[in-house]
């Protein structure tokens, strides 16, 4: 008898501390968040308003558009929160998790913002602000974010889905 009550008593304690951890709506776990983001990601869906938009941003003519690079921000290496959000055609955007992980605040420095684009180089290549759709400074509303996937959203005039894959820490 006292074996059974200890066994019921050790399952309600396992699924209590389960569920008590907070969650994104799609999944993951937000205390997570920071931890899960770093690495390099590549985007599998760019959508504007419900409209699968990821092949229209290709400005530059190849795939290498929808590989980002997650890192510490350099000015505080041991500052998890802290993110640099490196497109591969775009400028950096330093992203900020709110105190509880549930949203990305990015702002984009305006030097090298040129609305909805970045170019550069001879000859010159143009890429898509994945980070700043619409201004330099956004929030992302984080749906989604575990050891492999990261899905966010953000509203402006329009709303914006973006979805990554982790392809390397």
Known sequence: MKTTTLYI????????????????????????????????????????DGIDSTELINYAGNDDYKNVLFTNYTGD?????IIDAQPAYASICRMTFNNTNEILDGIIDPYYYNGAK????????????????????????????????????????????????????
Do not use: M, R
């Open 118 to 169: 970045s170019c550069w180089g001879s000859p010159l290549q143009c890429g898509k602000q994945l980070f700043g759709p619409e201004s330099n400074t956004t929030s992302w509303k984080i749906l989604k974010l575990d050891s492999k996937e990261l899905h966010i959203q953000n509203q402006q005039t329009h709303t914006y889905n973006l979805k990554l894959v982790k392809i390397k820490n």
């Open 77 to 81: 290496p041991k500052n998890k929160t």
């Open 9 to 48: 008593t050790c399952a309600l304690t396992c699924i209590i501390l389960v569920t008590a951890c907070k969650k994104y709506p799609e999944g993951g776990i937000e205390k997570d968040g920071p931890k899960n983001l770093h690495g390099y990601w590549t985007l599998t869906l760019y959508e504007v």
